[in-house]
């Protein structure tokens, strides 16, 4: 093949940290410089973005990506953990409640846009919990955002894990400059942060700020010491439990149950987007005067219209399932399908992140291989969410992939197989951009062709052996969780 330099090799590089701060004085033709970059991605089909589902977010699904193609793929890109958003009880919920309450909330909760089901969703928390008080928002984000905007004045101070969601980044930006990020999980650079604060300033709050289960590390802090350290300088802890709360921990509650702290945490923050079938969020505390505070000071609770009346259904529905037996089966095949994912991928060469949760995040590393590993996915029928900097480091792309309950074990050991095959034809489309021995014309010819040149870096491997080191694992786990 003749050499070529491919000018669209640029499609590999980049990020959307590059257009975040835009030069030029017109706010609208500035743009146009994300937008060609995007365009370039999308012409070398690079743009893993903005996807559609034809029939919502089922395991396995019909999608359409952002140009519009349609293709069937196993689906890991969803957030449904327990396979709450199908379910038969949940939605008969929703249809009986639109047929009694209508389909909008019509005001904010600061007015009249409670419904009893609202009140009652609240008070359902607030006792799964064990605290004594909960405001509910429109979504997870605005919770987040909306509790720390809504407690932190510009004079106050805000501790965060460096690698804190984005409402809650946001959230610190939007109340203070006094924003002190300490390195991820450490609670000693939390401690000299704290320390440092308190020498200078006895006088103002200080909001210590983390996650109990980080979505793209899947790792969780010490909930208890930060607490306590909280405390030794006078400061609040408030805890975002958006992803392991239903689904993990003994009876659902997530790591402030696993580590005791249920009802300690003096602030807990949630969304029901990933386990509670819907749009949501909340915020859970033990003084009324917080919670009452909150509503009438925390602007996307107060001028932003509540959730739906069948929002709240669903949600308090899907709250008695994952307190029932039914919600510890189904946390029981989350976690066998957890392992079984995590340890295919590790007997396929695969590297993880973290600990055993919903959120397995697969190493690639490199954007441009990454990126290439993700175009082939339509085409083979798995649907995986790439992420890549700035929401991680650079150089530490990975696949985040959310497992379901209702994934089967099929589901599962198709998805690995498919995403080895992709790696390994990635590897190879890769290498051929980078020496020049093909373009983006080119290398779809190389997908089917293995062997002649360059192994890949993953092995490929025959899924017989991956059914059968499945069929290994499975009996292990299932083993492991009947003995407890
Ligand atoms: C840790 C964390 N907090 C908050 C949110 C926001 O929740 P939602 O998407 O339900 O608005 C998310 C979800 O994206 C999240 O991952």
């Known amino acids: 093949m003749d050499k070529v330099r491919d000018q669209r090799l640029a499609a590999l590089g980049g990020s959307m940290r590059d257009f975040r701060y835009l030069p030029g004085s017109n706010l609208l033709e500035r ?3 994300f937008f060609e970059w995007q365009e370039l991605r999308r012409d070398t089909g690079l743009w893993p973005l903005g996807r559609s589902t034809e029939t919502g977010p089922r395991s396995k699904c019909l999608a359409r990506t952002d ?12 957030q449904d953990y327990l396979s709450l958003s199908a379910h038969d009880a949940v939605r008969d919920t929703a249809i009986a409640t639109i047929n009694d309450f209508g389909v909008h909330s019509a005001g904010s909760p600061a007015l009249v846009g409670n419904t009893s089901l609202s009140l009652a969703l609240e008070k359902k928390i607030a006792e799964f919990l064990q605290m004594e008080h909960v405001t509910l928002f429109p979504t997870g984000w605005a919770a987040g955002f909306g509790v720390v905007k809504g407690l932190v004045r510009p004079s106050d101070h805000i501790v965060m894990d460096a690698l804190s969601h984005a409402c809650l980044q946001e959230g610190a930006q939007a109340a203070t400059r006094n924003i002190h990020y300490f390195r991820h999980n450490s609670i000693e650079g939390a401690r000299e942060k704290l320390k440092n604060i308190r020498a200078k300033d006895s006088e103002n709050g200080i909001l210590v700020v983390t996650e109990s289960l980080f979505s793209m590390d899947s790792d969780t802090p010490d909930i208890q010491a930060l607490q306590e350290l909280a405390h030794e300088y006078g400061a609040i802890l ?7 709360l239903g689904c993990l921990g003994p009876d659902g509650r997530g790591h402030i149950g696993a580590q005791g702290m249920l009802g300690k945490v003096d602030v807990v923050m949630g969304s029901f987007s990933k386990t509670f079938a819907s749009n949501g969020g909340f915020v859970a505390c033990n003084q009324r005067s917080v919670k009452e505070y909150l509503r ?6 107060t001028f932003s219209n509540a959730l739906s009346p069948s929002q709240a259904a669903i949600v308090l529905k899907a709250f008695e399932i994952v307190d029932s037996e039914e919600g510890s089966r189904l946390r029981a095949s989350l976690m066998t399908n957890i392992r079984l994912l995590r340890e295919l ?22 954007e441009g291989l990454a990126r290439l590993v993700s175009r082939r996915l339509p085409d083979i029928g798995v649907l995986a969410n790439l992420v890549e900097f700035p929401a991680v480091p650079k150089g530490q792309a990975r696949f985040r992939m959310q497992v379901m309950a209702n994934h089967s074990s099929r589901d599962i050991i198709d998805a690995v197989h498919r995403l080895s095959v992709a790696t390994a034809e990635a590897t190879r489309q890769h290498d051929a951009l980078l020496d020049g021995s093909a ?4 290398i779809d010819a190389l997908v089917r062709a293995p062997g002649e040149r360059g192994a890949p870096t993953v092995a490929s491997i025959r899924p017989a052996k991956t059914a059968a080191l499945a069929g290994e694992l499975q009996a292990r786990t299932t083993r492991r969780i009947a003995n407890g």
């Open 31 to 33: 743009v146009e410089a």
């Open 67 to 78: 140009e519009g193609a349609l293709f069937e793929g196993i689906n890991f890109a969803s």
């Open 439 to 442: 373009d983006f014309d080119s």
């Open 345 to 366: 991928l590790h007997g396929t060469g695969f590297e993880t992140y973290g600990d055993p949760s919903p959120i397995v995040c697969v190493k690639m590393g490199s």
């Open 296 to 301: 009438y000071y925390s602007s996307p609770c």
């Open 238 to 244: 408030m805890v975002d439990v958006a992803h392991d």
